[in-house]
């Protein structure tokens, strides 16, 4: 069974940047596609970023195109999500997930982890 852990949430002003890391356990993330979720309270939790076993396609929702990177290291089993240019709508709590395919559904990825918390400041 696999274990996603994200870090890397936190509070920053509007413009500022984070570096979102998921790290894998009881398992190899090679073997996945990779994507990150987010969900802001009272909306549903939406598309933000995907990545093919190998890294060599990636996938942004338009809302964060241009400002954030996903990339991933399979020799240390993670994978991060470069956010910069924040802004208030940002805010949300981010997720790591893991399919076997690659799809932009959330019904499609098989791991989850517990999420981490971007509040961005105006």
């Known amino acids: 069974q696999v274990r996603l852990i994200e870090s890397g949430g936190g509070l920053v002003q509007a413009g500022g940047s984070l570096r979102l890391s998921c790290a894998a356990s009881g398992g190899t993330l090679m073997n996945y596609v990779m994507g990150w979720f987010r969900q802001a309270p009272g909306k549903e939790r939406e598309f933000v970023a995907g990545?093919?076993?190998?890294?060599?396609?990636?996938l942004y929702a338009d809302s964060v195109k241009g400002r954030f990177t996903i990339s991933r290291d399979n020799a240390k089993n993670t994978v991060y999500l470069q956010m910069n240019s924040l802004k208030p709508e940002d805010t949300a709590v981010y997720y790591c997930t893991g399919a076997t395919y690659f799809t932009v559904q959330p019904g499609g990825y098989d791991y989850w982890g517990q999420g981490t918390q971007v509040t961005v400041s105006s």
């Open positions: 990545i093919t076993e190998s890294g060599g396609y990636t």
